[in-house]
């Protein structure tokens, strides 16, 4: 089985707990992997609100290390994210490339509340200048743009930089508001953009943003939504493993992924979850991640 995750919070997991990646108390450890024949897993980094942006930026270079060190070989099958990119505030684009060199890929530019670049899903705030000048810059240097935590109008200022660009806009780890009418996530139109630029929209396992009871039928709903809509091409996993305590589904992590992959088959079919969990990124981002890799 192959599968491709788009967002996990494993490496600020290991790093605030002091775990290493053989640890099984996390979502995504190294024994859970080995069951899989091919993985390719977006790994984010994270940095306490409770922190300074010049305090957060020190921390990323001390998680990151600590992350590609505990990882070893597996570090191969992973690319980076930077989640919550006020840590790039007071030199963009010095850090800009030392993200690139990190092997990061990914800048989710907010989380929540307000940021140097703008607004999270929580506010109506747009980006800010600084944020178009980083986000225009990182589009130029090959990242993505992920809208996962953006607000409304920081998710269109982002798909009209990307579109501007012809680079794909990502959603690592949204659902669908119209099934569960979370601030986090995905209107229907903003889905629909997402598709059409050739980019992702992958499921998350946050309670919060399935919806109650966060069960089967609840995630089911989702991909119904997704396939009715037309989406069924952009859709794959966000999962946000490591990122919460409690999983929907009763999942307990990555171990549990053959588990939920048989269970849909049963709703949608083999040819539809072989696509969520790993075809769709693949023909996506596959060609993509190969070339940004090359220049690692």
Not at 95 to 100: A, D, T
Not at 154 to 170: C, E, K, N, S, Y
Not at 199 to 222: E, K, M, T
Not at 271 to 293: M, P
Request: charged share 20%; hydrophobic share 45%; aromatic share 10%.
């Amino acid at each position: 089985m192959r599968i491709w995750l788009l967002h996990a919070d494993t490496p600020y997991r290991m790093y605030r707990e002091r775990k290493d990646f053989q640890n099984p108390a996390l979502h995504i450890h190294a024994d859970a992997l080995r069951a899989f024949e091919k993985v390719r897993i977006g790994m984010a980094y994270w940095t306490d609100k409770r922190l300074t942006d010049e305090e957060g930026w020190n921390a990323y270079l001390v998680m990151q290390a600590d992350a590609q060190r505990k990882f070893g070989a597996l570090q191969h099958d992973f690319f980076g994210a930077v989640e919550d990119a006020r840590i790039l505030a007071e030199d963009p684009l010095p850090r800009l490339k030392q993200l690139w060199r990190d092997g990061v890929r990914v800048i989710t530019p907010f989380w929540a509340g307000e940021n140097p670049l703008g607004g999270a899903h929580d506010t109506d705030t747009p980006l800010t200048p600084l944020g178009r000048f980083i986000l225009t810059n990182a589009l130029a240097m090959g990242f993505l743009l992920d809208t996962s935590h953006a607000s409304r109008p920081a998710f269109w200022d982002m798909a009209q930089l990307t579109r501007a660009q012809g680079v794909p806009l990502i959603a690592t780890h949204s659902n669908f508001f119209d099934i569960c009418p979370h601030t986090r996530n995905l209107t229907r139109e903003e889905a629909l953009a997402i598709s059409l630029s050739g980019g992702l929209i992958g499921l998350n396992f946050v309670p919060a943003h399935v919806g109650a009871p966060a069960d089967i039928d609840a995630l089911s709903r989702h991909i119904d939504y997704a396939l009715a809509n037309g989406l069924g091409d952009a859709l794959a996993l966000g999962s946000d493993f490591d990122g919460v305590d409690t999983l929907a589904c009763s999942l307990h992590g990555a171990e549990d992924l053959s588990f939920l992959a048989d269970t849909l088959s049963c709703r949608f079919g083999s040819e539809t979850v072989e696509q969520i969990f790993h075809q769709n990124a693949e023909t996506r981002l596959g060609g993509w991640l190969s070339s940004v890799t090359e220049n690692i």
